[in-house]
C-alpha cells in the first residue's frame, strides 16, 4: 500500500527566503506526481506536474523535483511572499486515472 | 489548466433531508471523477471513484446507500448526502482528470461546506 509522508508538518519562514518542502512515497511504481496548494476552506489548486519519467517540472518562482528510485520529491519555493502561505501536498498516482494518494500536507506561513 | 466547478460552495441543512452535490468539468471531459471529504486541518479522505456510466467504487468504510454518486455524463458527477445526520457535516471536494490528456493531472473544484443541524 502506497504511503505518503510530507515534513515538515509546519513551516515557519520570514518573506524573501527560499524554502523546500519535502515528500516521500513508499513504492516507486508511480505514474505521476503532483503538487497542490490548499488555501483554508478551499479546494486544491495544482502547481506542478511530474510524470515519472521527468525528473523536475518548474513554474515561475516554484520548482518540483522528482527522483522516483528514492522515493522522494522536493518543491523548492523562490523568494518566499505572504501569498505564499498555505498547506502543500502532494500527491503520487499509480497509473493516469488511478486513484492518488495523498500527504497530509506542509502548512507554510511565510510573515512579512 | 482545466477548470472544475463544484456547487453548492456551502450549504445548510435540517437533520434526516438529502442534499446534492454536483461537480462539472468546465472545459474538459472526464471519464472519472473522485469524490473525498476533509476534516478540519486534515488531509483528504477518498470516498469514492465516481465512473461515467458505471456504478461508483466506494472506499472501505464508506456507506454507499448514503453518499449516492451518479456519473451521467462525461463533465458531471453528483454526490447525494441522503438523510444527512449532523456527523455528516463536512467539507466535500471533487476532482476529474481530463481524459483526452492522459496525463493523469487532477484539478479540483472548489469544495462545498456542509453543515448539518
Known amino acids: 500500500k502506497q504511503e505518503v509522508t510530507q515534513i515538515p508538518a509546519a513551516l515557519s519562514v520570514p518573506e524573501g527566503e527560499n524554502l523546500v518542502l519535502n515528500c516521500s512515497f513508499t513504492d516507486s511504481a508511480i505514474y505521476n506526481l503532483q503538487w497542490f496548494r490548499q488555501d483554508p476552506g478551499k479546494g486544491l489548486t495544482s502547481l506542478l506536474l511530474?510524470?515519472?519519467?521527468?525528473r523536475e517540472q518548474t513554474s515561475g518562482r516554484l520548482n518540483a523535483s522528482l527522483d522516483k528510485s528514492s522515493g522522494r520529491s522536493t518543491l523548492y519555493i523562490a523568494a518566499s511572499q505572504p501569498g505564499d502561505s498555505a498547506t502543500y501536498l502532494c500527491a503520487v498516482s499509480p497509473w493516469h486515472a488511478g486513484k492518488s494518494t495523498f500527504g497530509d500536507g506542509t502548512t507554510l506561513t511565510v510573515k512579512p | 489548466g482545466a477548470v472544475v466547478s463544484q456547487h453548492p460552495s456551502w450549504v445548510i441543512c435540517k437533520s434526516g433531508t438529502s442534499v446534492k452535490i454536483e461537480c462539472r468539468s468546465l472545459d474538459f471531459q472526464a471519464t472519472t471523477m473522485f469524490w473525498y471529504r476533509q476534516f478540519p486541518k486534515q488531509s483528504l479522505m477518498l470516498m469514492a471513484t465516481s465512473n461515467e456510466g458505471s456504478k461508483a467504487t466506494y472506499e472501505q468504510g464508506v456507506e454507499k446507500d448514503k453518499f449516492l454518486i451518479n456519473h451521467a455524463s462525461l463533465t458531471l458527477s453528483t454526490l447525494t448526502v441522503t438523510s444527512a445526520h449532523p456527523e455528516d457535516s463536512s467539507f466535500y471536494i471533487c476532482?476529474?482528470?481530463?481524459?483526452?490528456?492522459?496525463?493523469?493531472?487532477?484539478?479540483f473544484g472548489e469544495g462545498s461546506r456542509l453543515t448539518v443541524l
Open positions: 476532482s476529474a482528470s481530463p481524459s483526452a490528456r492522459g496525463t493523469g493531472e487532477l484539478f
Open positions: 511530474i510524470q515519472s519519467s521527468q
